[in-house]
């Protein structure tokens, strides 16, 4: 059982480059999310899934875009990379909160630099 | 808007010592609570999650309380242990998870 997977785990883009950070679980989970680590701001929400082919804007989204077509895949993709993107991305999974909520688990995380 | 606070940002206690972190919310609608562990450059490890219609929840020498009414919820480590240095993130759960900023544990022998 792995978890939830993150890949890469390391990225030097240079700005205006596009990529995409993959996320895979094999929890069967309904519930998955990718955040934004930056010093002193915690982590912000960038996007979330409730299931297949349903996906919402969180707190940053502005940059990225993610699509759902399959439960066990999240993909975040970066359409133009500034500067600002620079950060530790994480995505997690859990079954859905609506449900009485349960425990989320996340990747190991991919440190993005933008130069 | 769901806000998350926690306090203190960043605690330094020597080994022994019993400690409580703390966390406030401003939306008491909640699912559920969870914290988090994060050690330096790693992902985040729940430590507990509380449902809505429970008051605490224990594992080991943690201790993690919920009070919705107030938004409130503490961590209790008794006993603390070099170990344990590490960031301790609470996060609540509503339609999706919202996050603190977090409390950057340092415990010292």
């Known amino acids: 059982n792995a978890g939830v997977t993150q890949t890469p785990k390391f990225q030097v883009l240079k700005t205006g480059q596009s990529m995409t950070l993959q996320c895979a679980q094999d929890?069967?989970?309904?519930?998955m999310s990718w955040y934004r680590q930056d010093p002193g701001m915690g982590l912000r929400l960038i996007h979330y899934s409730v299931g297949a082919g349903i996906t919402d804007q969180g707190e940053v989204p502005n940059g990225y875009n993610v699509s759902r077509s399959t439960t066990e895949d999240f993909p975040l993709r970066l359409l133009s990379a500034a500067p600002s993107q620079t950060s530790v991305y994480f995505c997690?999974?859990?079954?859905?909160?609506?449900?009485?909520?349960?425990?989320?688990?996340f990747g190991q995380g991919t440190r993005l630099t933008v130069v | 808007k769901q806000e998350v606070t926690q306090i203190p940002a960043a605690l330094s206690v020597p080994e022994g010592e019993n400690l409580v972190l703390n966390c406030s919310f401003t939306d008491s609608a909640i699912y559920n609570l969870q914290w988090f562990r994060q050690d330096p450059g790693k992902g985040l490890t729940s430590l507990l999650l509380i449902q809505s219609s429970q008051r605490e929840q224990t594992s080991g020498r943690l201790n993690a309380s919920l009070d919705k009414s107030s938004g409130r919820s503490t961590l209790y480590i008794a006993a603390s242990q070099p170990g344990d240095s590490a960031t301790y993130l609470c996060a609540v759960s509503t339609d999706k998870l919202i996050f603190g900023t977090g409390t950057r544990l340092q415990v010292f022998p």
């Open positions: 929890m069967n989970h309904e519930y």
């Open positions: 997690a999974s859990s079954y859905s909160p609506g449900t009485g909520g349960t425990e989320a688990f």
